[in-house]
């Protein structure tokens, strides 16, 4: 089994930033990307950002391009997702997965565990 704890989620002004993090436990990947996705009430679950295991490969959702960063520490079994100029549209719970292989995918389908989600709300 697989476990990820999201957590430092919060309520930040627009413009401001903030750091969301996920530590995993259980059942180890060495190759495995991890994704971000987030999900605003009454709308569906849409993809934020992607990393490969080595780092060095990253893709992100247009709407968050240049202003977040996705990056993981393998030693801690952490992702970080570090989100600046924040907008009120950036709110929503906040979810990091972990893909079933190597390739950074956008595809929800593309991943198979999930944790609980953070909440983020960013305020006008």
Known sequence: QVQLVESGGGLVQAGGSLRVSCAASG?????CAMGWFRQAPGKEREFVAVVSWSGQTTDYADS??????????????TVYLQMNS???EDTAAYYCARAF????VRTDLGYGYWGQGTQV???S
């Open 64 to 77: 968050v391009k240049g202003r977040f960063t996705i990056s993981r520490d393998n030693a801690k079994n």
């Open 121 to 123: 709300t960013v305020s």
């Open 86 to 88: 924040l907008k009120p």
């Open 101 to 104: 292989g190597a390739a950074p």
């Open 27 to 31: 059942r180890p990947c060495n190759s």
